[in-house]
């Protein structure tokens, strides 16, 4: 009588784990574009911001802040894996940056030694970048923009402002009296640049305290236009009405 054949159950692979840093999904592929704004050299702070993010989700950070280092040799199975995810990780950076400074760093062995060339020449804050972006600030004002238009504008400006110099960090209350300050200043940029139309509103903001963080103004400023045009409707049936009774009772 033969044996029976063995049926003990291949164990799962510790990368098979989506949790691991190792874990590849199938489709994850070489070609994929993991943003869709390429890097060039104006841009590195929103792109790098972008990019972390991207890396963040598939659990590949660690590829370029240097906390998945390459295995011992000794372990074959990781260290294969490893360089897997080692050029993915690579082929995803160089996807989102510009031909010709992909051709001038493509040859770097890991993704980290990538990241790395990549911040030392593009992350020091371009001045005169951050100053056009300080003037189109100041000078935004909402003019012919609706309230969503303007607000959109001012936040994507603020936003790029952030990129290219952020708050300095610190700990304590004095983050949290950064911040408030931070905002109290972007919710009077906001309302100096509203037109006069809203001049009622703008006072009745002015004397709320503490002063409303500038998303939370939008959303007062929505409101009250929403009223005024259900107003300005029910003034005109009003008047049409009058018109059509003054019609009437004419001899």
Known sequence: MSEPANTTPIAPKWYDDPSHSLYLHHSDQLGMILVTQSLNQENYHIWSHAMLMALTTKNKDGF???????????????????????????GWI????SPKIAESVMYNDTAYELWE?????????????????EQEIHD???????????????KSLWDTRDALCPLPHCGGNAAKELQEYQQKQRTIKFLMGLNAVYTAVREQILLMEPL????????????????????????????EAAAFAARDNRP
């Open 64 to 90: 370029i802040d240097g906390t998945i280092t390459r295995p011992p040799a000794s372990s074959e199975a990781e260290t294969k894996q490893w360089t897997h995810c080692n050029i993915l990780v690579k």
């Open 117 to 133: 060339e990549l911040k030392e020449r593009f992350s020091h804050t371009n001045s005169v970048h951050l100053f056009q972006i």
């Open 140 to 154: 935004c004002i909402q003019e012919g923009m609706s309230i969503g238009e303007y607000y959109t504008k001012l």
């Open 94 to 97: 160089l996807n989102t940056i």
């Open 212 to 239: 409303p963080a500038v998303n939370k103004v939008y959303s007062l400023i929505v409101q009250d236009e929403k009223q005024r045009a259900v107003s300005s409707q029910t003034t005109g049936k009003m008047l």
